[in-house]
């Protein structure tokens, strides 16, 4: 069972609650399937001064990286880091499939996809965009790890919708441009095909909690 929706939508909290409840009933794990790098930059900027500076280079670099279509493909290093981050988030997709086959009802906080690169829980590296010839062979691997972990289709797909101010509200740390766009990309995800469910994530805590809770029981899991 995979929680996405934009930064603020609630999909950390809700897999953090979901998990106590439904670990009651039958063995539930939750895993983060993001990239984590707004958190990776926030902790190496804590710190002193090397952190300060390490995390103006990084916000930098994934500035660039997210930026518009003409652009080109990063430098080396910068590639190599990304696929790096994308290997990690394939080790814990690969965790998650051996919960799976554990008997482990596993929900997820996030969920990767093939369709949009540069963030969005796609690959960083645009498979588009013009590089080095190493770049661009590193892109079109990284375009296969996601096509090979988001052809997995999960039970459900919980899509927590909220509006950026409400989204900036909770994350007030955040770029209102790079929310408007998840907010933008997210809807457009099929997700294998999954089942989806839109759930109204501006509404109070505890009425997100229990209509998420419905719709797993709808859905087979042990809620
Ligand atoms: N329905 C809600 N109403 C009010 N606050 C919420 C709601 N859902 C989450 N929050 C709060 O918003 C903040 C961001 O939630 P979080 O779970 O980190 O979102 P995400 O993981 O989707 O970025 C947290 O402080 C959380 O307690
Ligand atoms: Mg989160």
Known sequence: MALVGCDGSGKSTLARDLVSLLDR?????SMYL???TGDLGRRIGELPLIGALAERYLSGKARKAHDGPAKRLPGLVTALAMYGLSLA??????????????????????YPQAEVSGSFDGPGLSWTRKGS???ERLASRERALYAGMSAWRPTVVIRLNVDVDTALAR?????RDMLEKKI???PTLDFAGAYIVDVDATRPYREVLE????????HGLNA
């Open 211 to 218: 209509t998420v809770l419905a719709v797993l029981r709808r």
């Open 171 to 175: 994350k007030s740390d955040h770029q």
């Open 25 to 29: 009933q039958a063995p539930t794990k």
């Open 89 to 110: 988030r394939l080790r814990r997709f690969r965790k998650v499939l051996d919960y799976r086959r554990h008997g482990v009802q596993v929900i997820t906080d996030r």
């Open 133 to 135: 010839a190493l770049v």
């Open 184 to 186: 933008a990309v997210v």
């Open 34 to 36: 993001g990239l984590g």
